[in-house]
Structure formats: structure tokens, C-alpha cells
């Protein structure tokens, strides 16, 4: 999930959380557990899609999270975050066609 807002100081910062999905794969009769993570704010010089889509990329990186093992997006309704066609989830999907931007999360 990301969304940008400005500081106090007018400074862009984008707020970073991720959501994982647990599961015990030792026994199958067990619930998963779902885990939200705030990772961190990160002040960002442009809100571009294209430099959006980067800073994601290369924070998933630094924390060895392969784009692939993703299911899903979640941004605020901006257009540089949910473009069809230059937003964030638009070129995280040409990278990992199961991460889904499901309706009921567009908003954040």
C-alpha cells in the first residue's frame, strides 16, 4: 500500500506498508494469519508514476521481496498511483501480472 502526502515542511513523502499473508504450510488445517507492516515514509523529489514505481521497486529490493511474490495493490485514487496507463499499478502489473488492483482497496 502507498499513498503521498506532503509534510509540514511541504516535503512529498510516500508511506510505505506492506500486508503478508502467513500461512503454516506444515499443516493445512491451519488459519492464516494476515500481518500489516508499516515500512517507513520516504520523502520522494518527484510523484511521477514511472518514479513512484521505482522507489517501490528498489525498497522491495533492499528488503529481499521479489515483485513476483506479490498479489496485490493498494494506492490512494491519484492518477500517478492507479494510472491505467503510466500510474505505479499499471507498470508493477506489466512486471508482476498477479499483483490485482482490487476495487474494494483503490482507496486507502
Known amino acids: 500500500m ?22 503454516d504450510i506444515d499443516n493445512e488445517h491451519s488459519d492464516p494469519i494476515i500481518k500489516e507492516m508499516f515500512m517507513e515514509f520516504i520523502n520522494v523529489e518527484s510523484t511521477t508514476g514511472l518514479n513512484l514505481t521505482n522507489v517501490l521497486l528498489e525498497k ?11 498479489r496485490g495493490q493498494c494506492y490512494d485514487n491519484g492518477a500517478n498511483m492507479k494510472g491505467q496507463y503510466k500510474g505505479a499499478h499499471a507498470r508493477i502489473k506489466t512486471l508482476s501480472s498477479r499483483a490485482f488492483l482490487p476495487h474494494a482497496l483503490q482507496i486507502i
Open 60 to 70: 522491495l529490493k533492499n528488503n529481499n521481496i521479489d515483485i513476483n511474490n506479490c
Open 2 to 23: 502507498m499513498d503521498c502526502t506532503p509534510d509540514i515542511s511541504h516535503q512529498e513523502q510516500l508511506s510505505l506498508i506492506i500486508r503478508v499473508v502467513d500461512m
